[in-house]
């Protein structure tokens, strides 16, 4: 096969259609860029992404899931947020970090909140995540327990003072006496036949007695919320002093978080996805079975059911009161901070309608409502 000669015209040639192939593969990298910019969400011109640090209560896994895939996915940075997420645990306590200015934004129980409140911290609740509670007591149906009565005189496994408000409240209301046994964040016990009922979290230590063996149907569940004694968990707090010199900042966080939630709940593969790569770089040991019940109740609890009077990350006064009276009872606080002083109402002004007129609202207030979408409680 002969060579074929190619003039100088036909270079041209190619070289103008090499350079055409060029600008239309350097038109789609260009729009694919424009493209993950916009997903990323990145800030409007001009804008200054503003740093914040965020502390949840422990490791990374899917008790936390909104956070950090609102961090991966942009959704902060949507916001005008540059966050840092702080690894939480026990050598990183989330109130002490919070009290002490290096971490903006904790995740707190509500119990707890209540607590530091009352001992003279100037914290806020911004956010109430968690609706209902995932705290409940776990027995064996083959040792005669099926209804709360049944309880009268056995063993109970408790964790400690702040765990131990809902099943004292338990106990009052049925006239139960039983013979307290600490119980250490293990269910050992409670498998070994050492305690007729033990403490668990519906999303962790629950799953767990699953996992070794234990049918469902073997076991008589007592939730709390159930039973007239709801105390959610997991809230979002903040200093006063932090709420104060940037409400703005304050409202976006909340907005970001709750968007980072749904998209959690919307895109479940991923969340599980990112949260194994954070327990991964912490080396912390867990499976994906494990993290996938998580977050399918994590979803049950932070949802508000139809009917409720809150929207996402509302805090309502019942349960407020609830679990201060409850605080109070047991002696863990001397007196009960004021709802409005201790809450801070951040609604997403589109989840709800607006029960409250601009007359009352300040102009900060207003500014802040035009450009965040969100209403701020009255004072």
Not at 362 to 367: A, F, G, I
Request: proline share 5%.
């Amino acid at each position: 096969m002969g060579l074929r000669c190619i003039s100088p015209i036909g270079h041209i040639k190619v070289k103008i259609m090499l350079h055409a192939k060029i600008r239309k593969h350097c038109k789609f990298i260009i729009s694919a860029a424009l493209f993950l910019i916009i997903v990323c969400g990145a800030p409007a011109e001009g804008d200054v992404l503003k740093k914040a640090s965020f502390i949840p209560q422990w490791v990374p896994q899917t008790q936390f899931a909104g956070y950090y895939i609102g961090l991966e996915k942009g959704i902060y940075r949507k916001h005008g947020i540059d966050l840092t997420i702080i690894t939480g645990g026990p050598d990183n306590s989330p109130s002490e970090l919070l009290t002490d200015g290096r971490a903006d934004f904790a995740s707190l129980w509500l119990s707890t909140g209540i607590q530091m409140r009352a001992g003279g911290a100037k914290i806020l609740n911004i956010a109430q995540i968690m609706q209902r509670s995932a705290l409940m007591l776990v027995a064996k149906k083959a040792s005669g327990i099926e209804r709360p009565r049944d309880i009268n005189g056995r063993k109970v496994g408790l964790w400690g003072p702040v765990f131990q408000l809902q099943p004292r409240a338990f106990f009052r209301k049925y006239d139960l006496t039983v013979q307290v046994v600490p119980q250490s964040f293990s269910i050992n016990l409670f498998l070994r036949d050492g305690v007729d009922v033990a403490s668990a979290m519906w999303y962790n230590e629950y799953h767990t007695i699953l996992n070794c063996g234990i049918d469902p149907g073997e076991l008589t569940t007592f939730f709390f919320h159930e039973h007239g004694l709801n105390f959610p968990e997991d809230g979002i707090y903040v200093l006063e002093e932090t709420y104060k010199k940037d409400p703005t900042l304050c409202a976006a966080f909340v907005l970001a978080s709750i968007e980072g939630w749904r998209y959690a709940f919307d895109h479940p593969d991923e969340a599980l996805a990112v949260t194994m790569r954070n327990l991964k770089k912490e080396h912390i040991p867990t499976t994906l079975v494990h993290q996938k019940w998580m977050l399918e109740k994590m979803k049950d609890l932070i949802l508000p059911e139809k009917g409720e009077d809150a929207s996402m990350g509302g805090l309502l006064l019942e349960d407020y009161s609830r679990v201060a009276r409850g605080l109070r009872s047991m002696g863990l606080i001397d007196s009960v901070p004021s709802f409005t002083s201790f809450y801070k109402v951040i609604r997403d002004d589109s989840l709800i309608k607006s029960r409250h007129s601009g007359e009352n609202r300040s102009p900060d207030d207003l500014q802040l409502f035009e450009k965040t979408g969100f209403r701020l409680s009255p004072e």
